[in-house]
């Protein structure tokens, strides 16, 4: 299928690593023209390089810290500079630290809302004019499996992504008729760096992720790039009616029937 992101300009965030490099590399292959951003610009650089040279594509890359609006509208600014569109906006970010309900402070709370829902926010809401100008545009935001069932200790995690799936879902509503459309896609689990620090120290790594695996239908854990997968999909022409969607890439992990 051709996806036709040939030359379409996507601004990929936090994605010197992970889910958000996996997606740059996949629009980057499909491509279109890529800007990356995270906040070391030494793995940014490494990131770019590594995309460059398996796709053959040229890469931005700028250092910013999502969380920062400051950073972001600078960020933004070059991007529209330099490209005079943004056609694809990625929404990503670490993600908040994990732990139970009750070891939580104000700040943690603050911190959580900054990074995880307040930048999606800052950064759909300043790519809008440039995507209303063109006459289309895609917002894509990576949350979490989290919204779908409970995963113990994510209450920062899952409290943010509701709101997130809250905010798609009322600007599908309002962007729909500037032919804009806005989805959220919720991984499981799929390793990365965030996933590998969680596994239990001193056991092997291939056993450690099998056993974090017995419980999800495909007995194993996701590849980075099969999220991207779905994410390149959700940017292409072909998933123009589709909106205010909230889609799982999760081996099948949330049992809930709705
Ligand atoms: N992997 C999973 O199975 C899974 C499951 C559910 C949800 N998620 C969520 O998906 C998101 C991505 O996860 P991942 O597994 O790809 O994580 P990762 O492997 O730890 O990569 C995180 C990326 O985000 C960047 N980043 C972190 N904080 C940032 C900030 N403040 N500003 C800009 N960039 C920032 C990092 O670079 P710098 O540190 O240099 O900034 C890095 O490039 C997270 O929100 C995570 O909670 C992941």
Not at 47 to 59: P, Q, R, W, Y
Not at 130 to 154: D, E, F
Not at 235 to 242: F, G, R
Request: hydrophobic residues 45%; charged residues 20%; glycine residues 8%.
């Amino acid at each position: 299928m051709n996806l036709k992101l040939k030359d379409k300009v996507a601004l990929v965030l936090a994605s010197s690593k992970g889910l958000g490099k996996a997606v740059a590399k996949t629009l980057a292959a499909e491509g279109c023209r890529i800007i990356i951003a995270s906040r070391n610009s030494d793995d940014l650089k490494a990131a770019a390089k590594e995309i460059e040279e398996l796709t053959g594509s040229a890469v931005t890359c700028i250092a910013a810290d999502v969380s920062k609006a400051e950073e972001v509208e600078q960020l933004i600014g070059h991007v529209a500079s330099r490209f005079q569109s943004v056609d694809i906006l990625i929404n990503n970010a670490g993600g908040p630290p994990f732990a139970g309900f009750e070891d939580f402070n104000d700040n943690d709370w603050q911190r959580a809302f900054e990074l995880n829902l307040l930048s999606f926010a800052r950064t759909s809401r300043l790519v809008l004019p440039y995507m209303m100008q063109t006459g289309s545009g895609r917002i894509i935001n990576i949350i979490s499996g989290s919204v779908k069932s409970v995963l113990a200790n994510s209450v920062l995690s899952t409290s943010m992504r509701m709101g997130v799936v809250g905010m798609a879902k009322m600007m599908a509503d309002e962007l729909g008729p500037y032919n804009i459309t806005v989805n959220n896609v919720a991984p499981g689990l799929i390793l990365t760096d965030r996933i590998k620090h969680t596994l239990p120290k001193g056991v092997d790594l291939n056993e450690a992720l099998k056993q974090r695996a017995e419980n999800i239908p495909l007995r194993r854990i996701g590849k980075p790039e099969e999220l991207a997968a779905l994410v390149a999909f959700l940017a292409s022409e072909q998933a123009s009616y589709i909106t205010g969607t909230t889609i799982q890439v999760d081996g099948g992990a949330n049992r809930s029937i709705f």
